[in-house]
């Protein structure tokens, strides 16, 4: 069943009218907020939620912009994509290395490994106090580039584009 003609046009006249009050709102929205998809195995799922003002928590997914090194291009591209990882340590925690094993305030978080699955050498991350502003990043995956190598060190907030949820 179509609409008669007469009440076509004030339909479409009234939704032309409207658009640019709805469209503000989700001009705002959208600077704040965005959907990812992610394209590697270090996290388990493959869909994100990204919020731009959201806190961070030990235990925040953030996503946030590589450093650029190297290794990074060799491995992901001279532009690469943002990288996700879980914060396991916050301003103020204290990192240690010993052996190949990872520790935050004393608990072994995360177990390193001395070449990438390309054979290049991976050089030990940061250790003491995590400065202000600053995140110790890491993800369960055992090969993952995170905060337990210098090529990306502490994730700092200038680096930061926000904290995600996984929704698939």
């Not at 965005?34 to 030990?58: M, T």
């Not at 994509?81 to 978080?109: A, C, S, T, W, Y």
Request: some cysteine; charged content about 20%.
């Amino acid at each position: 069943m179509r609409l008669p003609l007469r009440l076509r046009r004030p339909l479409l006249l009234s939704g032309l009218v409207l658009l640019p009050f709805a469209w503000a709102p989700l001009d705002a929205f959208s600077k704040d907020h965005a959907f990812l998809i992610n394209a590697s195995p270090s996290l388990p799922n493959w869909a994100f939620w990204l919020d731009r003002d959201a806190p961070i928590a030990r235990g925040s997914l953030i996503f946030f912009e590589p450093p650029q090194s190297e290794l990074v291009d060799t491995h992901f591209g001279q532009a690469p994509q943002m990288f996700g990882k879980r914060v396991l340590g916050m301003p103020g925690d204290v990192v240690r290395h010993e052996d190949d094993g990872v520790f935050i305030n004393g608990k072994k978080v995360a177990t390193r490994l001395e070449v990438t699955r390309l054979g290049i050498p991976l050089t030990r991350g940061p250790e003491g106090a995590i400065p202000d502003n600053c995140y110790y990043t890491g993800t369960g995956h055992p090969r993952g580039l995170d905060s337990r190598y210098a090529e990306i060190g502490f994730v700092c907030r200038g680096q930061i584009l926000g904290s995600g949820r996984a929704i698939l």
